[in-house]
Nanobody, 115 residues
Framework: VQFVESGGGLVQPGGSLRLSCAAS????????MSWYRQAPGKERELVAD????????NYADSVKGRFTISRDNAKSTVYLAMNSLKPDDTAVYYC?????????WGQGTQVTVSS
C-alpha cells in the first residue's frame, strides 16, 4: 500500500488549496478513504472521510462548509478541496485507509495558512 500526497503549501488566510492523494497497492474503489491532519503540539484529527463509491461523506465540524472531499476511482485518487482557509488549518495533512483492521498512512503534506 502506498500513497503519494501533493498540493500542500503556503497560502494566505481566506485562500484555497487542493490536496491530492494517489493510491496504489490495493483495490482503491473498494475502500473508504480519509484525510487527517496534525498541527504542532496537537493530536492527529479526522478532517473528512468518503465512502468507497463516493456517495457518503463526513466532515469535522471545524471544516464543514469550507472543505470538500472527493475521489476518482478510475485514477485511484482522493482529493481535499480547502476553501476559506484559516491559520488554525495549519497542519500536516495525511490520507488514510484501513485494510483488514490495519491503518495505512501517507507521508503527509504541509499546509501553512499565514499572512
Amino acid at each position: 500500500v502506498q500513497f503519494v500526497e501533493s498540493g500542500g503549501g503556503l497560502v494566505q488566510p481566506g485562500g484555497s488549496l487542493r490536496l491530492s492523494c494517489a493510491a496504489s497497492g490495493f483495490t482503491f474503489r473498494s475502500h473508504a478513504m480519509s484525510w487527517y491532519r496534525q498541527a504542532p503540539g496537537k493530536e492527529r484529527e479526522l478532517v473528512a472521510d468518503i465512502a468507497s463509491a463516493g456517495g457518503t461523506t463526513n466532515y469535522a465540524d471545524s471544516v464543514k462548509g469550507r472543505f470538500t472531499i472527493s475521489r476518482d476511482n478510475a485514477k485511484s485518487t482522493v482529493y481535499l478541496a480547502m476553501n476559506s482557509l484559516k491559520p488554525d488549518d495549519t497542519a500536516v495533512y495525511y490520507c488514510h485507509t484501513s485494510l483488514w483492521y490495519t491503518g495505512y498512512w501517507g507521508q503527509g503534506t504541509q499546509v501553512t495558512v499565514s499572512s
